[in-house]
């Protein structure tokens, strides 16, 4: 807890006005790999509390769209469309489709994590799941040139996922960003343009 508290992300994102300190991951990966246009429309899968849907709607502006999906409700954001429920659902799905109004998805996000075990392996399992989910959800929403940014974790079926990605995308990319804890074995993996 104190090292949350006392972490330097932690208190600039409060100081800034975001949600989380997941804000300034994306803000990076964004500075660097110029994934949100004015004008995209980007999908926010598991969005609670909220830091990268602010950041995307902030960069891809009045004329972007950002829905961000989560099972937790999540405090309105302006320029953020919310949808609470399981993004595997036709009834979530088809609110989804209804609010794109038939304009494609040009990047779908996945900071997803799982309610940690502290069992590392137990941990990685739910983590690549989401991931694996993710990129399901990507395959069936992205525009041919679209971008998916999905977090996982190294350890087991890191590999096997990069395949996927692979398989999936014509580019594909590891960011690690400063904001992502030394410690952590998180990693963000980027693909780009459908194959």
């Given at each position: 807890m104190r090292e949350h508290v006392n972490d330097p992300y932690v208190q600039l994102a409060k100081k800034e006005g975001w949600r989380s300190r997941a804000a300034f991951?994306?803000?990076e990966i964004d500075d660097k790999d110029h994934l949100l246009k004015p004008g995209e429309v980007v999908v926010d899968l598991g969005a609670t509390p909220g830091g990268w849907s602010q950041v995307a709607a902030k960069r891809v502006g009045?004329?972007?769209k950002v829905i961000g999906l989560d099972l937790l409700e999540m405090q309105p954001i302006h320029g953020v469309e919310f949808i609470q429920g399981d993004f595997r659902e036709d009834a979530v799905l088809r609110e989804l489709e209804g609010r794109l109004c038939g304009r494609k998805v040009g990047l779908v996000l996945s900071d997803m994590a799982p309610n940690m075990s502290g069992v590392s392996l137990?941990?990685?399992a739910r983590?690549?799941?989401l991931a694996e989910l993710g990129l399901d959800f990507a395959?069936?929403?992205l525009k041919p040139d679209g971008g998916f940014l999905v977090k996982v974790f190294q350890g087991s079926d890191y590999e096997n996922f990069v395949?996927?990605?692979r398989d999936t995308f014509k580019t594909v990319m590891v960011r690690k960003p400063q904001a992502s804890r030394d410690r952590s074995a998180e990693l963000y993996?980027?693909?780009r343009t459908l194959r």
């Open positions: 991951k994306l803000m009045e004329t972007g137990v941990d990685q983590v690549m799941h395959r069936m929403h395949r996927a990605m993996l980027l693909g």
